[in-house]
């Protein structure tokens, strides 16, 4: 009877002891934390307005504070904004070449030179040239050039008046026929010896230190403040025994002759400081015709 009682007892202990068990387990699996999720994180993206290291393209491990795993994510680089820069358009001007001369025929105090007459430059600088143009006016093209005294140009007998006032003359040199401004041509007379002239004019033999300033005394003896003449050296001085120097002065307004060319000569004086006048040989530049040498 002790015995059945004692071994009931372990029975009814054991199986308590089971029941506990059990109720422990599950109380301890539903004590348990929920599982933990995984959590995605981007890193973070550079501010583009910034100006620091620049962002990489390698991937970021990003531990979170609630969990050891680790995802790996890869860092974004900011976008590139294209900005195209459009300049404004150029208006490019295209001016059409000149075929027709404006103004009118001739009509100028000054005749057109007849076919064939003779006339030389004059009032050009010895260091320039006098363009011949393929029409009347500085719009047309230079098609050659002329030298300051060159001679032996031949008139053609065509002019042309532009309503600057400025007149051209159509002539024809070293084969070429073109216009050229008639200021700038004449018809030449005769050279005359008109020292004399000049040493009476002027009260006595000029000196100067130079030729230049030698020939610019002779000059103003035939220049016309009143008229606005123009005095131009259109042969450069040169001194070897002699000095020389060629002076052309014109715009004289008159009617019969227009201006002179005056070839200078000058002799060094005894001191070695200068030259005195020697001889002045003057070409006239006849505005109308000329006749035996002679400006009618």
């Known amino acids: 009877m002790f015995r059945e009682t004692m071994r009931l007892r372990c029975t009814v ?51 979170t504070t609630s969990s050891t795993v680790s995802t790996t994510t890869a860092a974004t680089t900011p976008d590139v904004v294209d ?17 027709e001369p404006i103004g009118e025929s001739y009509d100028f105090w000054v005749p057109v030179p007849s076919e064939g007459a003779i006339l030389g ?34 008139g053609t007998g065509e002019g042309w ?48 230190e130079t030729m230049l300033d030698l020939g610019l005394i002779v000059a103003n003896t035939f220049a016309d403040v009143d008229s606005g003449s123009n005095v131009v050296v259109s042969v450069a001085p040169t001194v070897v025994d002699l000095g020389e120097v060629t002076y052309d002065v014109v715009g004289l307004g008159d009617d019969s002759v227009g201006g002179y060319r005056l070839h200078i000569f000058g002799q060094p004086t005894d001191s070695g400081g ?19 040498g002679l400006c009618v």
């Open 274 to 292: 200068g030259f005195s006048l020697m001889a002045v040989e003057a070409t006239t530049m006849c505005q109308r015709a000329v006749s035996s």
């Open 13 to 63: 202990t054991r199986c308590m002891s089971v029941a506990v068990a059990t109720l422990l387990v599950a109380g301890i699996a539903g004590c348990a934390p929920p599982p933990q999720s995984v959590t995605s994180t981007k890193a973070p993206v550079p501010d583009s307005s910034t100006t620091g290291a620049p962002s990489s393209t390698e991937p970021t491990t990003v531990r």
């Open 161 to 208: 008046q532009l309503p600057s006032g400025s007149a051209w003359w159509k002539v024809e040199a070293d084969g070429v026929a073109g216009w050229a401004n008639q200021q700038f041509l004449s018809r030449l007379g005769d050279a005359d010896d008109l020292t004399s002239f000049v040493v009476t004019r002027l009260g006595g033999i000029p000196v100067a």
């Open 83 to 99: 900005t195209t820069t459009i300049a404004p358009p150029v208006t490019v001007t295209t001016m059409s070449p000149v075929t």
């Open 121 to 154: 430059v004059v009032g050009v600088r010895h260091d320039d040239m006098l363009n011949v143009r393929s029409g009347p006016g500085v719009t047309f093209a230079v098609i050659a050039t002329l030298e300051p005294t060159q001679m032996g140009i031949a």
